[in-house]
């Protein structure tokens, strides 16, 4: 079979479509990097690690926070870009709505029903955090709405390996991401290891599954999922996605493993914080 090394066809080289879209990417991984580079040092003050959260601003409900930040431009902005490009909806290949299915499955679950069925430790969370996250995610979502609109795929491209591992990927990280959740909600439902003394009232060891290789098999799952998104629709609209979100998920992780290691003595030593045997 003939690997097409670009299997659509998008803006043509040159015009203003074009270059602001591609500006934008390039733009996306300069965030990227500075984004890793400042959570890498501090950490983004909610969750565990919310001590300094009173600087980013007045105080807003967690749940209404949450929802601001990923529903509106991972649900709603995201299918506007997608359905505004979308100039002629009968060029569309049945891959291009897949995609933009694949994309809402997770989207709407991050940032609708995950919110609403979370057990927050704290029933607020800074204005700034999520702006923080609304922002970036306001272009993120765009590039890749943007890219899943207007690329017209070739015909029998969901028979292409890139397609199939791609959204196996994305499959696998999803189930992943979601069984993490779920073993840390139902910790806060049952007794756990920590006592009043550790600083840590209210978070518990995790055990079983991938929690017995990774402090975070939630990020991991997620990251594999955007790996698989970037591979699907092969584009530099996922790639940058998943480089700005792998930024995120390392530093983040590593900073929740260190907490673990600092508040818990009986903590697991050979873990490693996101990547099985490796970090």
Request: proline share 5%.
């Amino acid at each position: 079979m003939y690997f097409e090394p670009i299997p659509y066809e998008f803006y043509k080289y040159g015009t203003a479509y074009f270059w602001v879209h591609f500006g934008l990417v390039i733009l996306g991984f300069v965030l990227a990097l500075v984004t890793y580079l400042s959570q890498r040092v501090n950490p983004a003050p909610y969750g565990k690690h919310d001590q300094t959260a009173a600087n980013w601003g007045p105080m807003i409900p967690q749940r209404l926070a949450h929802i601001s930040s990923d529903a509106i431009p991972g649900v709603l902005w995201f299918a506007l870009i997608f359905f505004l490009y979308s100039r002629d909806q009968s060029d569309k290949e049945i891959v291009n709505y897949v995609l933009f299915g694949v994309f809402l499955t997770h989207t709407v679950h991050r940032g609708i029903i995950h919110p609403l069925v979370m057990r927050y430790k704290s029933s607020k969370v800074a204005l700034g955090i999520c702006l923080g996250a609304l922002v970036p995610n306001f272009l993120y979502h765009f590039l890749n709405a943007n890219h899943i609109a207007v690329a017209r795929y070739d015909k029998n491209y969901y028979y292409d390996l890139r397609f199939i591992l791609g959204l196996l990927l994305f499959v696998i990280g999803f189930v992943i991401n979601r069984w993490a959740d779920w073993m840390l909600r139902s910790l806060r439902r049952t007794r756990g290891n920590f006592t009043e003394s550790s600083g840590c009232v209210g978070y518990y060891i995790p055990y079983g599954g991938l929690f017995e290789l990774v402090s975070c098999p939630n990020y991991f799952g997620e990251l594999v999922q955007w790996i698989g998104w970037t591979l699907a629709t092969w584009s530099l609209a996922g790639l940058v996605w998943t480089c700005f979100s792998a930024a995120t998920f390392l530093a983040r992780a590593y900073h929740n493993h260190m907490w673990y290691k600092e508040n818990f003595e009986n903590y697991p030593p050979n873990r490693k914080a996101i990547l099985p045997f490796l970090y």
